[in-house]
């Protein structure tokens, strides 16, 4: 069995992509993002996270979360989000699970695991952002970020880290983005 390695950094930063099983678009509908969120919240009482940045597409997620209090473990976050989700949802699945997934109780919603990254430095943390924020630009779901509801990008602009017309025209910098 493989051994997967997580970093596990006190009171680190992390971006995640998370995806629906067989990119199932389980988030098409503004009911299950609604429901996404109300897990996240929920989770975010009991586990000491905030989240710096987020978006949903129709079949996975990108966000960043800053750990608090010392706290190291996203994974098991990341275990109540999805289970809790998984509960109360109502919309399709895949009907084409594995032995293994129907003998460990999966649902067929969510890909078992999730890609993680450290942020290293406010650099690394910047092009985070904006490749999350950029993310429905990228696949051809809007033309513009702001555009997409799904997003904390109004609250960038809010905040003045973005302009409100930020990713509209192509900056060949963002367009070419590639996370490692």
């Not at 602009?157 to 910098?173: A, H, I, K, L, M």
Request: charged share 25%; proline share 5%; with cysteine.
């Amino acid at each position: 069995m493989p051994n997967y390695r997580r970093v596990h950094l006190r009171g680190g930063t992390f971006f995640f992509t998370v995806v629906t099983y067989r990119r199932l678009p389980v988030f098409a509908s503004a009911t299950a993002v609604a429901l996404l969120e109300r897990c996240v919240e929920s989770v975010m009482v009991d586990y000491p996270f905030s989240i710096d940045a987020m978006v949903t597409l129709p079949d996975h997620l990108h966000c960043i979360w800053s750990l608090r209090d010392g706290a190291s473990d996203f994974s098991s976050g990341w275990k109540r989000v999805k289970t809790l989700f998984t509960r109360a949802y109502q919309g399709p699945r895949s009907d084409r699970m594995s032995t293994s997934m129907v003998g460990k109780g999966e649902r067929g919603v969510w890909q078992r695991r999730f890609w993680e990254h450290a942020i290293r430095d406010e650099r690394d943390f910047s092009l985070h952002c904006d490749y999350i924020h950029y993310n429905p630009v990228r696949h051809g779901l809007v033309k513009s970020p702001r555009e997409w509801k799904h997003s904390t990008f109004d609250r960038f602009v809010r905040t003045g880290v973005y302009p409100p017309d930020w990713g509209s025209t192509v900056s060949t910098e963002v367009e070419a983005m590639e996370l490692e």
